[in-house]
């Protein structure tokens, strides 16, 4: 086996596995059941009696609460041999609610056991992985945490029902270029290596890391397997075309999510601002009178400031939110959102936006 034989695409064409659609189609199909089984029990640390020697693909659908597909499909779910329940989710982006609906698709997949007339005694453990391309935990340097239900004081399991994983993509990455892991011997620093090759939202591939991956896959035969069906689902153009058009639909939210801070921290900044000028006015004034300023005097300064200032910074402010929201209407233009989601963002009236449209098509 030559390196020629493993690598048979340029490696800017590999898709980015971090995209839920791209991972879905390399581990949560029938057709590579057993690449699935080595990664599950690789992340999970699971060797000798414990093994997970056969796993059965389970629905991914949960309902239709949420409009958005992701709120309402699992990535993979699979039950073992044993009847656990195991779920992995990608993330590519932080929508900042990882921690809350975590626990809610844990509970769902839990509670999804029971029958009518099922006693409890028979729920069986469920395991949910997070594999996110951002960090959560500032309070840790490892890329893998693992969360279970212990007690506070002397830190014994309750039980095993609950277990909850988060790998870390940014700290691997760093931890693998500071030559702090092995994947000689850490089988799950290999398949991480796999997902981390490419990074699909800075359009950058980590040349080091598949030079490492080649000689590794000439000894791993499942690693070796996985590296070639990643290869054909990148030259497949069905499936790149659904990998871009899912990569383009992440990045657009992630923008918008983006614009929606950067509007709130605007506001934040305005509100601010007149909050400080209003104190500083109120202590001037304060200072004024301290200093024995005659009535007749202060008076007629405190009215004149107080109209002069109040007119002028109102007239300022109003100026200043008009602006900023003229511009980032026009940004989000640029990026064809929606009017209603830019009336709804700036405040700026339905005809105004119009307006700003036909500049922007001139």
């Not at 509007?263 to 200072?287: D, F, N, S, V, W």
Request: net charge negative; glycine share 6%.
């Amino acid at each position: 086996m030559s390196v020629k034989t493993l690598r048979k695409i340029p490696l800017e064409k590999f898709v980015d596995l971090k995209v839920d659609y791209a991972f879905k189609q390399l581990f949560g199909t029938e057709q590579n059941k057993n690449i699935t089984k080595i990664f599950l029990n690789a992340l999970l640390n699971r060797t000798g009696h414990n093994t997970i020697n056969e796993i059965s693909f389970m629905s991914q659908e949960f309902g239709s609460e949420h409009v958005d597909d992701k709120q309402s499909r699992l990535d993979i779910l699979v039950k073992t041999q044993d009847e656990l329940f195991i779920n992995v989710e990608i993330q590519l982006t932080n929508q900042y609610d990882m921690m809350k609906r975590t626990l809610y698709y844990w509970s769902r997949i839990y509670t999804s056991q029971l029958r009518r007339g099922m006693g409890y005694h028979k729920l069986r453990p469920t395991i949910t992985v997070n594999i996110c391309n951002f960090s959560l935990f500032e309070q840790t340097d490892k890329y893998h945490s693992i969360f279970q239900l212990y007690d506070n004081y002397e830190k014994f399991k309750m039980d095993d029902v609950l277990e909850i994983h988060f790998i870390d993509m940014n700290k691997f990455i760093q931890q693998w270029y500071a030559k702090q892991l092995n994947s000689w011997e850490d089988v799950l620093a290999r398949w991480l290596m796999l997902l981390g090759m490419v990074d699909g939202r800075k359009d950058k591939v980590y040349e080091e890391i598949y030079l490492e991956l080649e000689e590794l896959a000439m000894k791993d035969k499942e690693l070796f397997n996985a590296f070639n069906v990643w290869q054909d689902l990148s030259q497949s153009p069905e499936d790149y075309y659904a990998y871009q058009s899912r990569l383009k639909y992440i990045l657009d939210e992630a923008a918008k999510l983006e614009d929606t801070k950067y509007i709130a921290e605007k506001e934040g900044l305005i509100k601010g601002l007149e909050k400080g000028l209003e104190q500083g006015l109120e202590q001037g004034l304060e200072q004024g009178l301290e200093q024995g300023l005659e009535q007749g005097l202060e008076q007629g300064l405190e009215q004149g400031l107080e109209q002069g200032l109040e007119q002028g910074l109102e007239q300022g402010i109003k100026q200043g939110e008009k602006k900023m929201q003229t511009e980032i209407a026009l940004k989000l233009l640029k990026r064809n959102t929606d009017i209603e989601t830019i009336v709804e963002l700036t405040e700026l009236t339905v005809s105004e936006i119009h307006e700003l449209k036909e500049l922007l098509d001139e």
